[in-house]
C-alpha cells in the first residue's frame, strides 16, 4: 500500500513538473568572457540576453555587415545585379590587412566582390563594392551612416567601410545586432556567408570563411567576423533551429577562441529557452469596426508588425491574449490610425503588443461626396 501511494505521489510530481514552465538554463554575465554581448531575435528584435550591450566599442570588419547590407538592398532595388563587374581602384588596392591581393584594374563581377567580402573579409573587395554603388567610399560611407540611423544605431559611427581601425569609427554590441538582423531578411545572404571554402579567379585563388563556427555549430547560417588591434576579436553568429534563428554578437573578445566560445554558449541558452509563436488574428474585433458619419458604415482592421512573439520554451500554452479596441470612429478616418493594441502575457509579463490599425480611408458624409458617388455609379453604367 504504501508501495502504491508513493508511484502515485511520483507520478503526480512528473505531471506538474511537465506542465510547469521552466528554463532549461540560467545565463550569466560572468558566463560571457567578452566584455560586451547580445542575443537576439530577428523577428521581433528582442534581446533575451545582454553585457553592457550599449558600451561604444570599435568592430572591426563586422562593419562590413552594413556595407553587405547596403549591396543586398542596391540589389533588391535594382540599382545594381549580381553580373555588374567591378573596377578595381588605386584606393581599393591600397586597403592591406584582410584582402584578395586585387590589382588596380582588375575586374570581378559584384557576385565574386560579394563572396570575397562575406567569405575572406576581404577589405579591398569591400571597398570596390563601395565605390561601384556610390563612386567613392567617403560617399558609401555617408549612406552608411544615414541607413545606421534609420535603424535605430544611435551609438554608432563608421569612418569607413571595411572596419579597419579609424579613430571614432565605432558601434555597440546592441546596434551591431540591429544591422545584422536586417541584413538577414535578405536570404540570399547566406548562400555567400554559408561558404566554407571556395575559389576566385577561375579557380586560382583559394578562400576560406572566417567563420570556424561553420564547422562546429549545428545550424549556424553566418554572419560575420572581424579581429583588430582595437577591436579585439569579434562575431555576429546567426544560426537557425527547428523554425527559429538567432543573432549573437560578441564584441572585443580576448581571442578568436573566445569569441566561438562565447557565440556559441549565447546561441546555446537562446535554442534552449526560448521558442517563437505566431499567431492568427481571427477575433473579430480585429477585422472591422464601426464608424459613425463615414461614406461606409465600417473600416477594415489589421494588425500591424511581425506576427510573431518570443516566449519560454513550454509557455506557449499559458500566454493570455488583450484586445483593446476602440468601440467606433468618428468619420473622417485615415488608413493606418490606430484603433486598439493588441498584447500578450505570460504572468505578470507582456511579452509581445502590437498595434490595431485600420487599413482604408472613410470620408466623412457630405453632399459633396455623396454626389461624386453618386456620379460616378451612374457613369459606370
Known sequence: MFKKRCIAILLSLVVILGCTSVSTFALGEDEISSPSAVLMEPTTAKVLFEKNAHEQRACASITKVMTLLLVMEAIDEGKISYDDVVTTSEHAKSMGGSDIWLEVGEQMTVDEMIKATAVASANDAAVALAEHLCGTEDEFVKL?????????????????????????????????????????????????????????RGGETQIVNTNKLLKSYDGITGLKTGTTGDAGSCISATATRNGMSLCAVVLGASTGTERFKDAATL????FANYEIVSFDATDSKLT??????????????????????????????NVEQIISVKDFLEAPVKKGQKVGTLSFSLG???????DIV????????????????????????
Open 144 to 200: 552608411m551612416n544615414e541607413r545606421a540611423k534609420e535603424l535605430g544605431m544611435k551609438n554608432t559611427v563608421f569612418k569607413n567601410c571595411n572596419g579597419l581601425d579609424e579613430e571614432g569609427h565605432i558601434t555597440t554590441a546592441y546596434d551591431v545586432a540591429l544591422m545584422s538582423v536586417e541584413l538577414m531578411k535578405h536570404e540570399d545572404i547566406f548562400n555567400y556567408t554559408t561558404i566554407w571554402l571556395d575559389t576566385l
Open 267 to 270: 546561441l546555446d541558452y537562446g
Open 288 to 317: 472591422e469596426i464601426e464608424v459613425k458619419n463615414g461614406m461606409t458604415k465600417t473600416a477594415r482592421l489589421e494588425c500591424s508588425g511581425a506576427k510573431n512573439m518570443v516566449v519560454n520554451k513550454g509557455g506557449a500554452e
Open 348 to 354: 505578470d509579463e507582456k511579452v509581445a503588443s502590437f
Open 358 to 381: 485600420t487599413t482604408q480611408d472613410v470620408k466623412k458624409i457630405t453632399f459633396k461626396a455623396v454626389f461624386y458617388e453618386l456620379f460616378c455609379a451612374l457613369h459606370a453604367l
